[in-house]
Nanobody
């Protein structure tokens, strides 16, 4: 399984970005997908996750109400819509797949495959 994340960039506070993560080598219809991020000097942290069927989504408190995770099984792609971006959202964002799981996890060690990361920089 390969995950290719894209969509990062340099934006100003209050702007929006949509990250995409395309999977190859496996269809994601029965996998939990998640987004994590890592800011310089910090550990990788959970951002959002979506259940394999797309019915349930989970968010870190810091992004709740601003970020939306979604999944398009037909395109084998998961998205992270980020609105009202803040400078503290600056990080490398990684998508990840938890193969065969039903319930979404916030724990990075439970994810089996990772994308290469896409950098999001939010200026004040």
């Amino acid at each position: 399984v390969q995950l290719q994340a894209s969509g990062g960039g340099l934006v100003q506070a209050g702007d929006s970005l949509r990250l995409s993560c395309v999977a190859s080598g496996r269809t994601l219809t029965r996998d939990v997908m998640g987004w994590f991020r890592q800011a310089p000097g910090n550990e990788r942290e959970f951002v959002a996750a979506i259940s394999w069927g797309g019915r349930f989504s989970y968010y870190a408190d810091s992004v709740k109400g601003r970020f939306t995770i979604s999944k398009d099984n037909a395109k084998n792609t998961v998205y992270l819509q980020m609105n009202s971006l803040k400078p503290e959202d600056t990080a490398v964002y990684y998508c990840a797949a938890d193969i065969g799981s039903v319930d979404a996890s916030t724990r990075s060690h439970e994810y089996d495959y990772w994308g290469q990361g896409t950098l999001v920089t939010v200026s004040s």
